[in-house]
């Protein structure tokens, strides 16, 4: 009985779990079951169970490694929309400056282009990070 019990404790150890990625994952696929009540598709009831079983995949993983990558994926992907939605437009229509976010505080800095690799101070926090330009 102690071998079953120590096996236990190292299956959960060895899994990967929850990360940002997951709760998205989680939290389209229980969207889509609401929607799922309102209107009954066969395809939409397909698309759920594959979400639920790549969700469940991910949480049962014991490839860390790659789970992180895909979690690393999904953060720049959403760093990049809310980067649209505060700022990144206008980053896009101003050809002589370049637009980083301050890695301690998220403040969006903007320097000048074609400078070569400079420090950056940041307004807000007073931090110094260096980027080429």
């Known amino acids: ?45 397909v698309i759920i169970a594959v979400v639920l079983v790549y969700g469940i995949f991910r949480i049962f993983s014991r490839n860390h490694e790659a789970r992180q990558t895909e979690n690393a994926k999904y953060l720049e992907f959403c760093d990049r929309v809310k980067s649209v939605f505060h700022g ?29 690799r400079i420090s950056i101070h940041c307004p807000k926090c007073h931090t110094d990070f260096e980027r080429r330009t």
Not at 12 to 39: K, P, Q, R, T
Not at 100 to 111: A, D
């Open 1 to 45: 009985m102690k071998k079953f019990g120590d096996g236990g404790n190292r299956f959960g150890n060895d899994i990967y779990g929850v990360d940002e990625l997951e709760h998205f994952i989680l939290s389209a696929s229980f969207i889509m079951v609401l929607i799922s009540v309102f209107i009954r598709s066969y395809v939409l009831s």
């Open 88 to 116: 990144g437009a206008k980053a896009a229509e101003d050809e002589e400056h370049v637009y980083f976010r301050c890695p301690h505080c998220h403040q969006l800095v903007r320097v000048p282009k074609g400078k070569g």
